[in-house]
């Protein structure tokens, strides 16, 4: 179990400026004002020093990162979207790609979706 203490979090219709975040195992399991989810004992917790916390992006449409792109360096890629807030990406590869190239990017990218980025 890890808190997130400390933070404004960000939702739909406004913001909570003094929230607090519950996960386990990487599943937000409450989240609200701090007054009103209590930290279970024996937690970790993680002061956020009043940074924000928000749901993760989705990206539709993306090539690559600055330097590659989606099927020469996936997990790359994934890294340097995650790194900017997104959660869930679509990787698109060039329509002037051969069809053999294009079916080597797919091969490729199917693969890389199993390392779990």
């Known amino acids: 179990m890890t808190a997130i203490t400390?933070?404004?979090?960000i939702?739909?219709?406004g913001i909570i400026w003094d929230g607090r975040v519950l996960t386990d195992g990487g599943v937000i399991t409450a989240a609200?004002?701090?007054c009103d989810v209590d930290i279970p004992a024996g937690a970790d917790v993680i002061d956020a020093h009043r940074l924000y916390t928000a749901p993760g992006l989705i990206?539709?449409?993306d090539h690559g990162s600055d330097e590659k792109l989606f099927h020469e360096d996936p997990d790359g890629c994934c890294r340097r979207l995650l790194e900017h807030g997104v959660t869930?990406?679509?990787p698109t590869l060039y329509c002037d790609?051969?069809?053999g190239a294009m079916m080597k990017?797919?091969?490729a990218l199917k693969e890389a979706s199993k390392s779990g980025y």
Request: glycine share 4%; no cysteine.
């Open 59 to 61: 990206d539709i449409h």
């Open 32 to 34: 609200g004002r701090a």
């Open 97 to 99: 790609m051969t069809v």
């Open 6 to 9: 400390n933070t404004k979090i």
């Open 105 to 107: 990017a797919a091969s």
């Open 88 to 90: 869930r990406v679509l």
């Open 11 to 13: 939702l739909e219709d």
